[in-house]
């Protein structure tokens, strides 16, 4: 089975910040990785597939890298709306996800 | 653009079957390129992907709710659904149907629906 170990599982962090969530895959099989915004009532969003294209209409603060079995989505400045929680997902499996929070 | 909104019971008793529907709007669903997807969020917890189906009746399931769960896509009535049996309390939820897009953006799902929360009890 494929699974996703996302850290951390909660970040504090300030309006203008820098943040950066990894996960890592068990096994190095293929870099198709997305990563999803979800806020508590909303259907979680797509930002990120295929390790770091950005989806179309994702603001470019938002980015995807990989290294190895390692994955990371970096926020480049952290803005009011980004507070919320996200999920690394390869194939069927997803990460536990990392909740961003007010510092 | 393509939307999904799922309906369904928000209230089922243990033991009974859950079901429920994700309608489609907006773009076809018989495109080789798509599965159809339910996947589920149970209170303070992560996203758990449950089943995925194709338009050609081929399924994917997670093995741990295989032996419970059927998906079923209804390309006359734009639809697909899910069907759980012998549900507890483990089963509640909030539940999404979605679209799995292996084409554009290397099986992500790219498009949500807004979820219908699922309480399992008597």
């Known amino acids: 089975d494929i699974q996703m170990t996302q850290s951390p599982s909660t970040l504090s962090a300030s309006v203008g910040d820098r943040v950066t969530i990894t996960c890592r895959a068990g096994?190095?099989?293929?870099?198709?990785v997305a990563w999803y915004q979800h806020k508590p009532g909303q259907a979680p969003k797509l930002l990120i597939y295929?390790?770091?294209s950005l989806r179309s209409g994702v603001p470019s603060r938002f980015s995807g890298s990989v290294s190895g079995t390692e994955f990371t989505l970096t926020i480049s400045s952290l803005q009011p709306d980004d507070f919320a929680t996200y999920y690394c997902q390869q194939f069927k499996a997803f990460g536990l996800g990392t909740r961003v929070e007010v510092k | 653009h393509l939307q999904l909104q799922e309906s369904g019971p928000g209230l089922v008793k243990p033991s009974e079957t859950l079901s429920l529907t994700c309608s489609v709007s907006?773009?076809?669903?018989?495109?080789?390129?798509?599965?159809w997807a339910w996947i589920r969020q149970p209170p303070g917890k992560g996203l758990e992907w449950m089943g995925s189906?194709?338009?050609?009746?081929?399924?994917l399931y997670d093995p741990a709710l295989k032996s419970r769960l059927t998906l079923s896509v209804n390309m006359s009535k734009t639809q697909f659904s899910l069907r759980l049996t012998s549900v507890t309390a483990a089963d509640t939820a909030v539940y999404y149907c979605?679209?799995?897009?292996?084409?554009?953006?290397?099986?992500?799902?790219?498009?949500w629906g807004q979820g219908t929360m699922v309480t399992v009890s008597s």
């Open positions: 907006g773009d076809s669903m018989n495109s080789p390129s798509y599965y």
């Open positions: 295929k390790a770091s």
């Open positions: 189906a194709y338009y050609s009746g081929h399924h």
């Open positions: 096994q190095n099989i293929t870099d198709w």
């Open positions: 979605a679209r799995e897009n292996w084409d554009d953006v290397e099986d992500a799902f790219d498009v």
